[in-house]
């Protein structure tokens, strides 16, 4: 079993559109995260979740949302896309704190 | 503020050659947490090791070795005989209080035959 997965594992669409990434665990972790590697492989936390709070870094865009239906499941939806927002998004998941993360394999959006 | 500076880019070795991939990080906490992440070609990224600041103990795991020097604040990654299976982008990551993570920019080893 796939400990974090993601969909869609590519996804290209137009600017200005919305459009959301999923990301579920089976780790049962408590805490949940997104990240945006660019094109230069720069690794940047977006946001970090658990059932209690939800951190985001100030650069992030709020175009940009997470939403938690459950534990297990944190997505990512993106309104009006732009072309920089054009990355690989990882999910990852850990039980909180300093604890290893184990990432998804990744989507990769491209905004044409 | 935080930083995680890995200043090498991009290193290449002939395999068995040994390398080591620096790290150095900025940081007022007296609690901190150091991490290492593999990321070979296939995208996804891989846990390779954990160090908290209070433990300055090397470690040694197969042909990885981590040197942790409070002093220099640096956290560098050794692997010995290296193969071509260690070709990757390796990220040094920094974790302060509040699920907050500092990734380096990586460096990418390329392990030539």
């Known amino acids: 079993d796939t400990a974090v997965s993601q969909t869609p594992k590519y996804l290209v669409t137009q600017m200005g559109n919305d459009k959301s990434i999923k990301c579920e665990q089976n780790?049962?972790?408590?805490?949940m995260y997104w990240y945006k590697q660019d094109s230069k492989k720069f690794l940047k936390i977006m946001f970090s979740y658990n059932n209690k709070e939800l951190i985001i870094n100030e650069t992030v865009p709020n175009r940009f949302s997470p939403k938690s239906p459950d534990k297990a499941h944190l997505n990512l939806h993106i309104n009006s896309l732009e072309l920089g927002d054009s990355a690989v998004y990882f999910c990852?998941?850990?039980?909180?704190?300093?604890?290893?993360?184990?990432f998804g394999p990744g989507t990769r959006l491209t905004v044409l | 503020a935080q930083k995680v500076t890995q200043a090498q880019t991009e290193i290449s070795v002939v395999e068995k050659e040994d390398v080591t991939l620096d790290c150095v990080y900025e940081?007022?906490?007296?609690?901190?947490?150091l991490f290492w992440y593999k990321q070979p070609p296939s995208g996804e990224l891989v846990f390779l090791i954990r160090?908290?600041?209070?433990?300055?103990q090397n470690e040694i795991s197969g042909r990885y070795s981590w040197n942790f020097q409070k002093s220099t604040s640096s956290f560098n990654f050794t692997i010995t005989a290296s193969q071509v299976v260690d070709s990757a982008v390796y990220f040094c990551?920094?974790?302060?209080?509040?699920?907050?993570?500092?990734f380096g920019t990586g460096t990418s080893l390329t392990v030539i035959p």
């Open positions: 990551a920094h974790y302060r209080a509040g699920n907050q993570f500092y």
């Open positions: 940081t007022r906490d007296t609690t901190y947490y």
């Open positions: 990852a998941s850990s039980q909180g704190g300093p604890n290893e993360q184990f």
């Open positions: 160090r908290n600041s209070f433990d300055e």
């Open positions: 780790l049962g972790h408590d805490t």
